[in-house]
């Protein structure tokens, strides 16, 4: 992508032109009404309660597996805007294509102070605070907090219940033949990516690369390493956000809703299976030639 286009990319995204990124009533219900972070609240010096971003992140994947958390750019690859006194970030949710609005997060230090100096430790702190508040506003997980609010007690209380039942169950379990037991498969995120880049269908100049573009997309996405990579809906997040990112590069002229379809598609494979991911993207990649 030359200057001008990431420029111009730049300018969009400020003006507010995107493709909104929708969570139903339903969905936002749901996250918002979940016990499942209760265990995981923890309080600040303040005695205020909060969620430390590695559970946020956790839920956000669990709830929403094909969604990570993005920052505006005020120039490629810098996010901070503002002055001294008056630093802030801007994050938002997003698929890869679609995405929310961005919030406005102040810099801030442990005590909840304006930071006027910056340094690396500050700002990366400040993203992981900021991603965590960008997957409450927008999803409901975790936004009890902000509202001052109770986490739900009621399916805690289910859980104590259903865990003094499962001596039992688990002694049933036992009883039964070895052959009729099933154990669950463990997905093998870090495998399907390898195969993936041995495959190469996007054509980088070889499996190296496509490693790098890959290990790449991780740390966008914040996965990081292929080990996080735990479902078909990780795999599917990577994947489209290569293939979105792959396009930009290459500059193929697409429309949002022609791009947003052919990802769908895509992701509906990565679901499927690794295999029948790959040859979904060669297929994508054999179209755009």
Not at 67 to 88: D, I, N, Q, S
Not at 140 to 152: F, H, K, Q
Not at 217 to 232: D, F, P
Not at 233 to 254: E, M, R
Request: charged share 25%; with cysteine; net charge positive.
């Amino acid at each position: 992508m030359s200057s001008a286009e990431t420029q111009a990319l730049l300018a969009d995204r400020m003006a507010g032109i995107f493709t909104p990124l929708e969570i139903s009533s339903e969905q936002f219900r749901k996250a918002y009404d979940t016990s499942e972070i209760g265990p995981h609240i923890e309080k600040d010096y303040k005695g205020l309660s909060y969620l430390s971003w590695p559970f946020a992140y956790r839920y956000l994947k669990e709830h929403f597996p094909a969604l990570y958390v993005a920052f505006e750019e005020k120039t490629m690859g810098e996010v901070v805007f503002g002055g001294p006194g008056a630093y802030y970030l801007r994050p938002y949710l997003t698929d890869g294509i679609k995405r929310t609005v961005a919030l406005v997060f102040p810099i801030m230090d442990r005590k909840h102070n304006a930071i006027k100096e910056l340094d690396g430790r500050a700002i990366s702190d400040n993203c992981q605070r900021a991603a965590v508040k960008a997957i409450a506003t927008f999803t409901g997980l975790g936004l009890r907090l902000y509202a001052g609010e109770d986490i739900p007690k009621e399916e805690s209380n289910g859980n104590a219940q259903r865990a003094k039942a499962a001596p039992a169950k688990a002694a049933s379990t036992a009883q039964k033949p070895a052959e009729t037991q099933t154990v669950s498969a463990k997905y093998d995120g870090k495998q399907a990516l390898v195969d993936f880049c041995s495959a190469n269908p996007l054509q980088y100049a070889d499996a190296k690369a496509c490693q790098m573009a890959v290990k790449e997309t991780l740390e966008n996405v914040g996965l990081n390493t292929g080990a996080n990579v735990k479902s078909a809906g990780d795999f599917g997040n990577v994947i489209t956000t290569l293939v979105a990112s792959w396009t930009k590069q290459k500059g193929i002229k697409i429309t949002k809703t022609d791009m947003s379809k052919e990802l769908d598609a895509i992701r509906a494979k990565c679901d499927e299976s690794p295999a029948a991911a790959v040859e979904a993207v060669k297929g994508f990649y054999t179209s755009k030639k």
